[in-house]
């Protein structure tokens, strides 16, 4: 048996992860010239400079931690990964870290103690609904299951602000599905399961990660294993007969596969099919883009002991995520300078947004202007779709197609999470169904 996975982002490089440690044939084409997707790390005047700003959450449970843990090494965060020590969250003129369990809780500064008794008993309904309860609600926004919960508006930009970073998009347009996702996971309702969440010695957030060497680090950390990836390579066309996948053509060469997967954006998907016709559900996708403000410092200005702040907006709008990467990784800049980014989704006018955002900076960095040596502004896709109501992951495609032997994989794929999470998901679901269809 061979296997063709086209696409080397974080979807294509798990499942070959995957194939590989389950000896199973295979090769990654890919049409750029590094593998990673977003999952990359470029020099730019001497700064190591990520698609963006990103940690890998969930250290204990998240699909991309198990899944490197179980195939590459169960020590690697420990290895390769600094932690992040928490979120710090600013709201008017208050801030405080974001509460790990009830006792911190009790005592988040930017809840009321009014408010704070509605966020625990919300808590407690996602803990019940868990990520599978979600799907009878398939198309509801976080607001709509939300709203009976949320007292004063300072509780409202707060969820809305943990909407932005887990869907993409305000509280009023992001999955329900998604944000119980980023709160809760799904486990059998009981007290142990209880206290683990909001237990005095709770942790709900387990823990994030960046790695060593900046983002690129990811996928390096996948090639060490020995991927077989053909770099420059665009797949021009798959090849289907009588309803069953034949190969590839690249460059008008044929090359014969058993199994072809596909990480590359959905909706181009029929385009390719040379012989055949895909008769899966798409959902409307709307592109996933953000923006950031990397900032370079000859000397350490700030010392955050690898917190990330976040400032969020007194309305509705995307909060502003900013991060002294430096703090994780003294190698992303030259010897004693600094590296600070931040990030917003791109949602409004780019202009606008940016002078919101360098005052924003101006907040957590006073005078910031006057000590900067290295400017960059970075436009990227975050990921492949937004993560709206309609694009729950109870909406997306299954990664199994109607063609025999033909499978999908990443971020706009049935899978839950977002990002590198979500892709490595989405592989598991992929591994799962060829193990039953080839009776592996």
């Given at each position: 048996m061979r296997a063709i996975i086209i696409g080397s982002g974080m979807g294509g490089l798990c499942t070959g992860l995957i194939l590989k440690k389950n000896g199973i044939d295979f090769v990654i084409y890919e049409k750029e010239d590094h593998p990673g997707g977003s999952f990359w790390t470029s020099i730019y005047k001497g700064y190591k400079i990520d698609t963006g700003?990103?940690?890998l959450t969930r250290g204990k449970t998240g699909e991309l931690p198990v899944l490197m843990r179980e195939f590459i090494d169960k020590d690697?965060?420990?290895?390769?990964?600094?932690?992040?020590?928490?979120?710090?969250?600013?709201?008017g003129d208050k801030n405080d870290v974001i509460p790990k369990n009830l006792s911190e809780l009790l005592k988040f500064k930017l809840l009321n103690s009014s408010d704070r008794m509605k966020f625990l008993k919300m808590y407690l309904h996602f803990l019940r609904l868990g990520r599978s309860g979600t799907e009878s609600y398939s198309d509801m926004t976080s607001y709509g299951y939300a709203k009976k919960f949320i007292g004063s508006d300072n509780m409202l930009y707060f969820l809305n602000a943990l909407c932005w970073m887990s869907t993409g998009c305000n509280i009023k347009e992001g999955a329900l599905e998604r944000f119980v996702d980023t709160l809760v996971r799904d486990k059998e309702f009981s007290f142990d399961f209880i206290m683990k969440h909001i237990g005095k010695k709770g942790d709900a957030t387990e823990g994030d990660w960046y790695p060593v060497g900046g983002l690129k680090r990811v996928p390096e950390l996948f090639m060490d294993q020995g991927l077989d990836v053909k770099l420059n390579n665009e797949v021009e066309k798959i090849v289907v007969e009588d309803n069953k996948v034949k190969g590839v053509?690249?460059?008008g060469k044929f090359y014969p596969s058993d199994i072809v997967i596909y990480d590359g954006m959905i909706s181009n998907l029929s385009s390719l099919i040379e012989g055949g016709e895909l008769d899966i559900k798409i959902p409307k996708q709307d592109d996933y883009e953000a923006i950031t403000i990397?900032?370079?410092?000859?000397?350490?200005?700030?010392?955050?002991?690898?917190?990330?702040?976040?400032?969020?907006?007194n309305n509705l709008d995307s909060p502003h995520w900013g991060v002294f990467l430096t703090d994780f990784d003294p190698g992303l800049a030259p010897e004693g300078h600094q590296l600070f980014g931040m990030s917003a989704i791109l949602h409004k006018d780019k202009e606008k947004l940016i002078e919101e955002m360098k005052e924003s900076i101006e907040k957590l960095i006073p005078d910031y202007k006057d000590k900067v040596v290295f400017e960059h502004i970075q436009v990227d896709r975050?990921?492949?779709?937004?993560?709206?109501?309609?694009?729950?992951?109870?909406?997306l495609p299954e990664q199994k197609t109607n063609i025999e032997g033909l499978y999908v994989v990443g971020t706009d794929t049935k899978a839950f999470g977002s990002g590198g999470t979500m892709c490595a998901g989405s592989a598991r679901r992929c591994w799962n169904f060829i193990k039953k269809d080839y009776n592996l």
């Open positions: 700003l990103h940690m690697i965060f420990q290895k390769e990964f600094v932690s992040q020590k928490a979120y710090r969250f600013f709201l053509k690249i460059s990397w900032l370079g410092f000859d000397q350490k200005i700030a010392s955050w002991d690898r917190e990330s702040r976040i400032i969020i907006q975050a990921e492949k779709t937004l993560q709206k109501a309609e694009n729950s992951m109870w909406n």
